[in-house]
């Protein structure tokens, strides 16, 4: 109800979470029935503009400060409507309201647990839903924390907005601020109604709360049997939650009425009460919800009205004739946005782009780590090499120094993205849901961030291997070399990226490197083309490592390099051709090689979406 703070109890295992991710739409397989807004069909798209759903755990980033969290969440779901000082101003006036103002500055990941809790919730406020769906807000939080969440969950509601949140076993102190209950028990209701109510109501079925007893345990504890088995004399009482018990308002019987008769006692309360509609679609109107799942059949009805003193009798045999009613009395439906997110595609991704940069730039680890072991391994191998590009004695030894670039290449930029995804999918899930952001802006935003950085990192690396190891001293060849080496290390981050998003993270990090061995083996470093049997040799053209280490030997040795340089008697890899001849490449052209990569560069990467679009729905 509009203005009104619902609770959804239960035992564990009762349901409560299972319910309120269909009300919000998390979940929308393993069931059947409908759901009803203002007596019409819910669109799950637009009735997800107008609500929010705001988790059990923390997902929040936690390299931001609660001032660039907020500024963020105020960019993609305000857009460009407002202008910078009019955003300021929401976000200064939502801190105040939930008591962060003095933690602008302040990391998240330095925050307690309860700012972290209203923290979470001032993010979802900055688009101000009219709908907000709260699981188990008082999880892992201390009795005053808890009161304080329960506290800001009222003060929201008394704002106009419809708040419905999953409780396990509150306090009495906490019980006594829901305003409207709704509780279940193996999957079915036994009790909705006002809070006030519920202690009468269970003394009328000969279940007498003892004095100074919390009566939201004492309803658990009968739920759970403690009492005996009276799950079926409450669903039964109760209607499996079709009457809803207010204030003032007579016990259910068990005469049904009929549509007749629940439309006068309508008109009559709503005659009484002097209560017209007034709701304009920004309050919530009727979820009207029956489903089975795991062949266990289920009914629950959750009645949500904008306006305040409106009586509604609920004492209606079918789910059909709930609809009905409600029709008649909501009859405007939600309104109608033809835009899905707060700005656009474009600007949804700048906005990830710049946040993700922010990320890199905190994160020593990411950063100055990666930095630091490019410039390391560079001098390293430049050192054990040192000079042997132009001697022909030591071809064989280049070409192990060759095949270790792409080796090294492969597993910095693979290692590091198979985590990518992992470890964002919990906050991924959260803001993707709650229309922060599309898919593809994410995706594209969290890809391309990471390039630069690769990037640089490879150009160090390489200048740095290939001057010590005296490589041929002309641009073309080095801009050659520099190229194939750059594409290995974009492909592996593809690859790491496509096992990220398929993968957990346990899985993942043993997986990517075993699944790297075959293209290794037939990468032509190990075994030359020709000597491989035929059946096996379609695995060479799939192998980026082939492609990469074909190229830097072609950069190297062809395009009619001159002779090597021998300081013995007798040089057998002296002429560049023997060695392009020994490796099978005197065939080989460039061309191909960079084509090859670049094709399977995109591949990976339109792979790695999909991966991560079905990750997405499977995880909901």
């Known amino acids: 109800m509009s203005g009104k703070l619902t609770a959804i109890m239960g035992p564990s295992g009762a349901g409560k979470s299972t319910l309120l991710n269909i009300l919000t739409g998390y979940r929308t397989s393993g069931m059947t029935g409908s759901i009803t807004i203002n007596g019409h069909e819910r669109n799950l798209s637009q009735f997800a503009k107008l609500s929010a759903y705001i988790m059990q755990d923390n997902q929040l980033h936690e390299n931001l400060t609660v001032k660039e969290a907020m500024h963020v969440a105020a960019e993609l779901k305000l857009g460009n409507e407002l202008s910078k000082e009019d955003k300021e101003n929401v976000i200064q006036e939502i801190l105040e309201m939930l008591g962060l103002p003095e933690t602008r500055n302040t990391m998240t990941s330095n925050l307690s647990g309860g700012q972290k809790k209203r923290l979470s919730i001032a993010l979802e406020l900055v688009n101000n839903p009219s709908v907000m769906f709260f699981d188990e807000p008082t999880s892992g939080l201390d009795s005053s924390s808890c009161f304080q969440c329960i506290s800001l969950l009222k003060c929201l509601a008394r704002g106009g907005r419809t708040i419905v949140c ?15 209950l709704y509780t279940l028990a193996e999957g079915q209701c036994v009790y909705q109604g006002s809070t006030q109510q519920l202690v009468p109501f269970l003394g009328s079925l000969e279940l007498v709360c003892p004095s100074y007893h919390n009566p939201a345990s004492f309803i658990i504890e009968v739920a759970c049997g403690e009492y005996g088995d009276n799950v079926k004399k409450l669903v039964n009482a109760i209607q499996n939650g079709q009457h809803d018990i207010r204030n003032g308002q007579p016990f259910p019987t068990a005469q049904l009425l009929n549509n007749a008769d629940a439309n006068k006692k ?352 499977s995880q909901r």
Request: aromatic fraction near 16%; hydrophobic fraction near 50%; glycine fraction near 6%.
């Open 266 to 617: 309508l008109n009559s309360a709503l005659a009484t009460t002097g209560t017209t509609n007034t709701n304009s679609g920004n309050g919530a109107g009727n979820i009207l919800l029956s489903y089975t799942h795991n062949d266990i059949a289920k009914q629950y009805v959750i009645l949500f009205l904008a306006g305040d003193g409106v009586v509604i009798p609920m004492e209606m045999a079918t789910l059909g004739e709930k609809a009905e009613v409600t029709s008649t009395l909501l009859d405007s439906s939600l309104p109608v946005s033809t835009k899905r997110y707060g700005t656009s595609e474009l600007n949804q991704f700048w906005i990830i782009f710049k946040r993700t940069l922010l990320f890199s730039r905190r994160d020593w680890t990411l950063m100055y780590l990666r930095l630091f072991a490019h410039i390391l391994v560079g001098v390293l191998i430049g050192t054990l090499y040192y000079d042997i590009g132009n001697d022909g004695a030591k071809v064989l030894s280049n070409l192990g120094f060759l095949f270790f670039n792409m080796l090294f290449l492969m597993y910095t930029s693979m290692t590091i993205t198979i985590l990518s995804f992992p470890l964002e999918m919990p906050v991924l899930i959260k803001e993707n849901f709650n229309r922060w952001y599309s898919l593809r802006s994410y995706y594209m935003a969290i890809t391309v961030s990471d390039i630069p950085f690769q990037a640089v990192f490879c150009v160090l690396y390489i200048t740095i291997v290939y001057y010590m190891t005296s490589q041929p001293l002309e641009w073309s060849r080095y801009l050659m070399f520099l190229s194939a080496c750059l594409l290995i290390a974009f492909v592996a981050q593809s690859v790491g990226l496509v096992v990220g998003a398929a993968m957990n993270v346990q899985n993942g990090v043993f997986l990517a490197p075993v699944m790297s061995v075959p293209f290794l083996l037939f990468s032509g470093f190990f075994v030359s083309f020709d000597a491989i049997p035929v059946y096996l040799r379609w695995i060479t053209y799939l192998s980026y490592i082939r492609y990469g280490f074909e190229g830097t030997a072609l950069a190297t040795y062809a395009f009619g390099r001159e002779k090597l340089k021998c300081y013995q008697i007798y040089c057998h890899f002296k002429s560049p051709t023997t060695t392009l001849k020994e490796l099978d490449m005197l065939d080989a052209d460039f061309k191909i090689d960079i084509i090859a990569l670049i094709v399977i560069f995109l591949v990976l990467r339109i792979s790695a979406y999909i991966f991560l679009r079905w990750k997405l729905v």
């Open 166 to 180: 999953t409780i396990h076993q509150p306090s009495a102190r906490l019980f006594e601020m829901f305003d409207h």
